[in-house]
């Protein structure tokens, strides 16, 4: 270290001789000095040959130095060649306290009542993980995906030097709507789906596109899905939660000013059953009558075990107003972050805007890998083989239901999927339970936390996607040893 | 084709005998028929024996679709045997014309007035291509990104079942707030930045949480970036646009009713000066005294001649006011969707819970692969050879704007970067000029296309990432020779 005499009002401290970062250091504490205001406007400074002098450095360096801050604007040159503290504004010094800033305060008000973003523990701190809504990632075809993803970088890289268009790239988009109609009878073209970064954000494009702040309705699943009821809520939604029963979404009580209903007609979440035909010609009609939109969350029907599930409201629109959101969190990874939204053709450029003003469009190489990967059979293949995977899961899960916990737990029937709930006898409470078995290695969750209001069924949600077959009965019989302990 | 007789009232056509698909389009036939009435409640359907026959399939085929009816709510079985249109509401038929719906009648105001997502036009139509704004995509290392981004999902996808936190992973922050205070002394940890799907999305992000719709002026540079106006605008911001001279950003005319400043102080885009140290505290002072937020959007500021630019705003900051938004589409590429924002401390547990709703996090093997790209120095290295590029590039544009367009075409002084901007002689109508050259293959840009306003500076802004070096020359021998054309 060496330090400058008293040829300045303060002593910069430089990196020992022979640095290359004398100078930088020896600028960076001028240039401070000057906006602190430590160094007064109008103050000469001294010589480049005194300074460099003092401070034990070349005279070039200082030479340098000072043309960059006259670069800056931090000095000036005057008459007679001495170099002058410019009058830039000072601002407070860092050694003052930063002030004390209250983001509630400055947030819009849409946000100001948000919770935090959610998080997800770590897998390692359960033994027995019922984890809600994610698959199996030690079954995902790992090296398949990454020769896919390599020929898809060496692919694209060379082709186009600018911005991808937003709705996604055409050959994910044909990829897509085939998958769509294969698996579900969803009847649209390339042209009428948006890809997302999942369905989230799938959500919030619908979210920020149809929500007026303050203004709009929005009738979601009581219990549901709560990412969903938050990204409507963000956007300024008054969000109206309606009851689910064994037909599902109660169509009959959503209030006539909604203009957008959310619903999970496939498999309700998480509840489990289905929306009833009846129901769902009701819903349809409700929507042309009121010219609300439905946003179907078809989050997992590819994994019900039923072959053929009830159509989805897509398939059965008549009315152009469902807004069909799929994703590939569940049938590949959520970290891949793909999804996509097909939507009536009236509604589609102004989505591909709101994605474009989003974040322009989903990365290149990871849509033409999944395009390859379901252009080439192998999402079928895998999904085939992960039907079988969850349905034994949720067989013995279901067995082990019964076997431990009769009488405690009661399924709720429905159709398979990645997840099963169950009933909890009423002297034991779900909430509380869910916590203790976090601390025995237990994951599960429990139904009132994916419910809005303070009365919730009591009752249990059982994740299939993390927890291999051969755990769950010991999982299931640690936690009943665990309720029994409550009630 | 088979038809059936008169046992229904209206014909199902099936496929041909043998075809697998005869119950399921059966099925769907029917359903349909239901659902629009044709069939209508309370009709007894025939017999499965009689239904066969008349269509030519086997019993078994029909006794399936009907369950399946049955399980959907579509038919009902009563007493006797007999199975009957079940009263499902019969919504419109898709022969009479699916409804002319207006998106902008369903759209929230503040998106009805927004142009359509803008459109790049394919490389290829362009022999001289000097389109702004993209990198040179042949220079990118690909095969070393091809082994990380391998190296990346086989470590990383073995390791968690659930989504991953929001704010991005823990390898990439730190990798990033290294990278920035290397390359723009930019000071920041790892938990004071949000890794986002490209500079867009930092943008979206600031745009949702602190505009407040109807509410919030927003002051942009004018000539400045549309993509960010359009954002604010979309969150429901009113725009004021503010001008720039040679010092950058007219700080002065900034009205003090405005809660946000959008800045591009390294490098105005596409203007090209640096913000003065003058009005970079000028500016700091202003947010401080009106408790303003500034984005400082930094979008190529590795790529200026000098080697050490003007202090980031960031830097320079005491009053936690500065979004410092940096991005790898210009650095890297576009088309991986990968920035970030470093924030004030108070700012980022709301920018995470916005991320989340937007779509939770960017993807999990291009975070970890751009997290091993920088810190095995790989970034650093190929900045080191795009800045020699880009500088040689912008050496021969100069040169040739010289040589060629001397009197016509008057360069605006900059320290560097991507883009080069040059005034038009009054003569010449930028707007005109460029859509001529388009047609004869020369993309560039005029500077009325960065504007709000109909008076903008009569000009040209000349991208360097799409254009080889050897071309250059040329491409502005052209673009004269059709500009005197004009004149």
């Not at 939660?241 to 000013?257: C, H, K, Q, T, W």
């Not at 009365?455 to 755990?471: D, R, S, T, W, Y």
């Amino acid at each position: 270290m060496s330090f400058a005499g008293p040829v300045l009002p303060f002593s910069p401290v430089l990196p020992p001789a022979g640095s290359r970062l004398r100078q930088h250091v020896l600028h960076q504490q001028l240039q401070a000095a000057i906006a602190d205001g430590r160094l007064a406007a109008d103050l000469r400074l001294p010589g480049s040959r005194t300074l460099a002098e003092a401070c034990g450095v070349s005279r070039n360096c200082v030479v340098a130095v000072y043309e960059r801050l006259l670069a800056e604007g931090y000095v000036v040159a005057r008459n007679g060649g001495g170099t002058y503290v410019a009058p830039v504004r000072a601002t407070r010094r860092a050694e003052s306290p930063a002030p004390q800033i209250d983001a509630r305060e400055r947030l819009a008000p849409a946000w100001r009542d948000l919770p935090e973003a959610l998080r997800f523990g770590p897998r390692d701190n359960f033994a027995f993980d019922f984890a809600v809504g994610v698959p199996d990632r030690s079954e995902f075809p790992l090296s398949l995906w990454r020769s896919l993803s390599a020929q898809a970088l060496r692919r694209t890289a060379r082709a186009s030097a600018t911005y991808l268009v937003p709705e996604g790239q055409p050959s994910l988009r044909e990829a897509i709507a085939a998958h769509a109609s294969f698996i579900r009878a969803v009847s649209c073209s390339a042209s009428e789906l948006i890809v997302t970064s999942g369905a989230q954000q799938a959500f919030d494009l619908i979210a920020r596109l149809f929500v007026e702040p303050g203004k709009t309705v929005v009738a979601v699943e009581e219990p549901g899905y709560p990412p969903l009821r938050r990204v409507f809520a963000a956007a300024g939604a008054r969000i109206v939660p309606i009851a689910v029963d064994r037909e599902g979404l109660v169509v009959e009580d959503i209030p006539p000013e909604a203009r957008i209903v959310c619903v999970t007609p496939t498999h309700q979440f998480p509840m489990g059953p289905a929306l009833s035909a009846r129901r769902r010609l009701a819903l349809l009609a409700f929507a042309q009558k009121h010219e609300a939109l439905i946003v179907e969350d078809d989050y997992d029907s590819e994994f019900l075990d039923a072959a053929r599930p009830l159509d989805a409201l897509q398939t059965l629109d008549r009315g152009q107003s469902v807004f069909y959101v799929g994703t590939f969190s569940k049938s590949l990874l959520p970290t891949l972050r793909l999804g996509y939204v097909i939507a009536p053709p009236w509604a589609i450029s102004a989505l591909a805007s709101a994605k474009q003003m989003s974040d322009w469009h989903c990365a290149e190489s990871a849509q033409e890998a999944l395009a390859a990967f379901i252009a080439q059979g192998h999402l079928a293949r895998h999904l085939r083989r992960m039907r079988k995977v969850y349905a034994q899961r949720r067989r013995i899960l279901l067995h082990a239901l019964e076997r431990h916990g009769a009488g405690l737990l009661h399924p709720v029937t429905s159709g398979g999927g990645l997840h099963a709930t169950a009933l909890l006898r009423d002297d034991v409470d779900a909430r509380a339970l869910v916590t203790t078995a976090a601390a025995r290695g237990v994951r599960v969750a429990s139904i009132a936390g994916f419910c809005m209001q303070e009365a919730a069924p009591n009752g249990l949600v059982f994740g299939l996607g993390a927890i291999p077959a051969e755990l769950i009965d010991e999982g299931v019989s640690t936690l009943v040893r665990l309720a029994l302990k409550r009630s």
